[in-house]
């Protein structure tokens, strides 16, 4: 049994919806086939997008599973609160950057939530330039590729049950699919971590 952030009694089954939430984050193509930027920022970034196609989804839910998906996003941030902790952020400045981090994940959750429900691949694509690609106008094509992941994975989403979702049976999108053929920049660093740096709201 785990516990959040408030010392609330968390399933172990919901750490397995984080741990694929992050795992498909991971996925060596973000990095290698879109150019996400394979650092802390760029991993921190795409746990962001993972963790609000999934919380699109399940918030449609009955209370139940709203809860469970509450669950998960503690989890979520009770394990950013660590990784500040082992990266020798002392106790004062991790309350001020766990309120950014927040804040973050709210604004790219709003944004990314908005345009995913009108269906705007538009929007949508000027979110993800603007919050995973720091606003790099020459990664326009990536960003409108992520887009079009995003979108599909929450139609991906939509068709699987609730139930399956909160026992962690995900079926993610292959993100190498979404792939430019003609474009693969180097491997990203295997130990390059997930630790947060929030930056600038969505």
Not at 108 to 132: F, H, K, M, P, W
Request: no cysteine; proline share 7%; hydrophobic share 45%.
């Amino acid at each position: 049994m785990l516990f959040g952030l408030f010392g609330r009694r968390i399933p172990e089954s919901r750490q397995a919806v984080y741990g694929a939430i992050v795992a498909q984050a991971r996925q060596p193509a973000f990095y290698l086939d879109h150019a996400v930027p394979d650092t802390v920022e760029g991993r921190f970034e795409m746990i962001l997008v993972h963790a609000t196609l999934m919380f699109h989804r399940l918030g449609r839910e009955a209370p139940a599973t709203r809860a469970a998906a509450q669950d998960v996003l503690d989890i979520f941030f009770t394990d950013m609160d660590r990784n500040l902790r082992e990266l020798g952020v002392g106790d004062l400045s991790v309350g001020k950057k766990m309120k950014k981090l927040g804040m973050a994940y709210a604004g790219r959750s709003q944004a990314y939530s908005r345009a995913i429900a009108a269906g705007d691949a538009t929007e949508l694509t000027s979110a993800v330039l603007r919050n995973v690609y720091r606003g790099d106008a020459g990664a326009a094509d990536p960003a409108a590729r992520v887009a079009a992941y995003m979108l599909a994975a929450t139609a991906r989403l939509d068709g699987q049950s609730a139930d399956d979702l909160i026992e962690a049976r995900i079926v993610w999108p292959d993100p190498v699919s979404f792939a430019d053929p003609n474009s693969r920049p180097t491997a990203p660093s295997p130990d390059a971590g997930a630790a947060p740096t929030p930056v600038s709201p969505s």
